[in-house]
Nanobody, 126 residues
């Protein structure tokens, strides 16, 4: 059973930055696809960004150019650097992962991911 633990959420003013971290209980290189997802208040979960084991990334249109997903295989950690935050970015952010043979297929709503973290709140004030 893969365990994931997020951290780094918090409150920030619009235009500010945050970096989320997700520590994975297994080698991140064994995960064929990892991603960040978010659920805004009163809305459905949406995909934010994904990264495959070779480092190829995909982003939701709404965060392209502002957010960067990355992974550190030596630390078994997934990151999401968020710049130029907007009120629309208010949400609970969760990381997820899946292993062989499920490679990334762009950014989805996460229904195809089996392992999830507990989530971390990001609040952006305008």
């Amino acid at each position: 059973q893969v365990q994931l633990v997020e951290s780094g959420g918090g409150s920030v003013q619009a235009g500010g930055s945050l970096r989320l971290s997700c520590v994975v209980s297994v080698h991140t290189y064994s995960m064929y696809c990892m991603g960040w997802f978010r659920q805004p208040p009163g809305k459905k979960r949406e995909g934010v960004a994904t990264i495959d084991r070779d480092g190829s990334t995909s982003y939701a249109y709404s965060v392209t150019g502002r957010f960067t997903i990355s992974q550190d295989n030596a630390k078994n950690t997934l990151y999401l650097k968020m710049n130029s935050l907007k009120a629309d970015d208010n949400a609970i952010y969760s990381c997820a992962a899946r292993g062989w043979p499920y490679v990334c297929r762009g950014v989805t709503d996460g229904a195809d991911f089996a392992s999830w973290g507990q989530g971390t709140q990001v609040t952006v004030s305008s």
